[in-house]
């Protein structure tokens, strides 16, 4: 029975003019939503589901993990830029990433550690030298550890 200003305008809109129509109507708009929300639920769970699968490959590879966490890339690059006690400037090219592996340094704490060599910096003479640089960074916090030129 249409018993509210709502459902009087959902009828009209729907061209409906009896209780009867109007009540089945509405059954098949509720097992419509109940449907919906059904696929809607199972959906969640499939992404959920692939999302847990993704996160336990990316757990045996350090820059699959260090890559979809905190933008380990990033904060290395700046801490590594900081580190330096002079002048310090990237050699690597626009395609070239400025870290070239990527290792665990504790996989339960998911600490990565990022090596490079695609720098200089200046030596206490002024001259610029190549140098190997790392950085040490928790990957679930973006949390820098430890830098080291060499």
């Given at each position: 029975m249409?018993?509210?200003?709502?459902?009087?305008?959902?009828?009209?809109?729907?061209?409906?003019?009896?209780?009867a129509d109007y009540t089945k109507f509405a059954e098949e708009q509720r097992i419509k939503a109940a449907e919906k929300a059904s696929q809607d639920t199972t959906l969640a769970a499939v992404k959920e589901r692939q999302a847990k699968e993704e996160e336990a490959k990316?757990?045996?590879?350090?820059?699959?993990?260090?890559?979809?966490?905190?933008?380990?890339?990033?904060?290395?690059k700046v801490a590594v830029e900081n580190s330096a006690q002079y002048q310090f400037k990237w050699t690597d090219g626009i395609t070239e990433?400025?870290?070239?592996?990527?290792?665990?340094?504790?996989?339960?704490?998911k600490l990565v550690t990022l090596y490079g060599h695609r720098a200089q910096a200046q030596n206490?003479?002024?001259?610029?030298?190549?140098?190997?640089y790392s950085c040490t960074f928790n990957a679930d916090t973006g949390e820098v550890l430890s830098t080291a030129l060499q």
């Open positions: 249409i018993v509210n200003i709502d459902q009087f305008s959902i009828a009209r809109q729907n061209n409906i003019s009896n209780v990316c757990l045996d590879d350090a820059h699959c993990y260090a890559s979809k966490h905190k933008a380990g890339d990033y904060i290395c990433p400025k870290f070239s592996s990527y290792n665990w340094y504790d996989k339960d704490k206490g003479f002024g001259a610029f030298k190549n140098i190997e």
